[in-house]
């Protein structure tokens, strides 16, 4: 069996290292934090490697032990968390280099990079994933992990209103409430709680917003100079795609956001159910779920509006 695979890999590992996806949200930050402090349990210390993250995160017990680099030239475990594909792998220098390798995702566009895979694209977040396998371990989930992996919890399944939570999902909940976790404060620290950058973003986006294809399609932007004159940093950019999914009519959301380099955008997708845009995402070489995607592409914003104008038009 696959779980009995990975724990055997894990206690015979002398070194480990645990990665997750660029620009991390609160799944990949509470799943890949959790499975550290789990694996304490055990007896094992692991290194999380994460080049940067929002300061949103900051609560989270033990955040301060995350790394942005290592000594370590060769791990003989390398574990990824919520990644779908080994390009979108944050320090996959890591990765490539460990002696053996494990995937641990709930992306149903996963593609099976990893030597062991444990992908369940029915779980509607890699943190249920996680307390799934720790309680197949016996390794006690105590407040601060339940803490973490409550978090990517609530931050993927937008405070348990998504369609893709599970009654398992409630059940975890319950028993993570019971052992102290404060699902109130992570709510409101996760899903409520702005950043002044984070609100002048939404005043962009609410300038920029064009509603097209007869109220279906919601479109909005940032450049790169808008990130610099609100001074924003790593995750001010977050929820500001739900903006236009909330607007009565709209099947999809679609928010652009230039990077670094001036050619490309990355793009984040939402849908209202009618319309899989991670399939949407596939086609610029992007992926996700089928109500959340992304992907990066090259153009400018003009370009890319009629890039996405053009496929969303296949599904509508």
Not at 17 to 46: F, Q
Not at 132 to 149: A, H, P, Q, R, V
Not at 184 to 201: G, H, M, P, V
Not at 231 to 246: F, M, P, Q, T, Y
Request: glycine share 6%; with cysteine.
């Amino acid at each position: 069996m696959t779980l009995d695979e990975i724990l055997e890999e894990i206690e015979k590992a002398e070194s480990i290292v645990l990665l997750t996806h660029e620009t991390p949200d609160g799944d990949a930050i509470g799943s890949s934090l959790g499975m550290k402090l789990a694996l304490r349990k055990i007896g094992k210390e692991a290194d999380l490697i994460v080049t940067k993250y929002a300061r949103t995160f900051n609560f989270l017990p033990n955040i301060e032990e995350i790394k942005t680099t290592s000594d370590v030239e060769k791990y003989d475990l390398a574990i990824s968390l919520d990644c779908a594909t080994i390009k979108r792998i944050d320090n996959r220098e890591y990765f490539d280099k460990a002696k053996k390798t494990i995937s641990i995702d709930h992306h149903g566009s996963n593609e099976m990079y990893a030597d062991i895979n444990y992908v369940n694209p029915v779980a509607p977040a890699c943190s249920e994933i996680v307390l799934t396998m720790l309680s197949y371990f016996n390794i006690e989930i105590d407040k601060e992990i339940g803490t973490c992996l409550m978090m990517g919890i609530i931050t993927d399944t937008g405070g348990l209103q998504y369609p893709s939570t599970t009654a398992d999902t409630f059940e975890y909940a319950a028993e993570l409430l019971r052992k102290g976790v404060d699902i109130a404060d992570i709510c409101r620290r996760t899903l409520q709680e702005k950043t002044k950058s984070n609100f002048e973003l939404q005043k962009i986006i609410m300038e920029n917003l064009e509603l097209l294809e007869d109220g279906k399609l919601a479109f909005s932007y940032v450049t790169k100079q808008d990130l610099l004159d609100v001074k924003a940093e790593e995750g001010d950019h977050e929820g500001l795609v739900n903006i236009g999914r909330s607007i009565e009519g709209v099947e999809v959301s679609a928010f652009i956001r230039q990077e670094d380099d001036e050619n490309i955008f990355k793009i984040s997708m939402r849908s209202n159910g009618k319309i899989n845009v991670s399939d949407i995402c596939l086609m610029f070489g992007g992926g996700g779920h089928p109500r959340a995607a992304g992907a990066k592409v090259k153009g400018t914003v003009e370009q890319i509006k009629e890039k996405i104008i053009k496929e969303v038009e296949k599904y509508l």
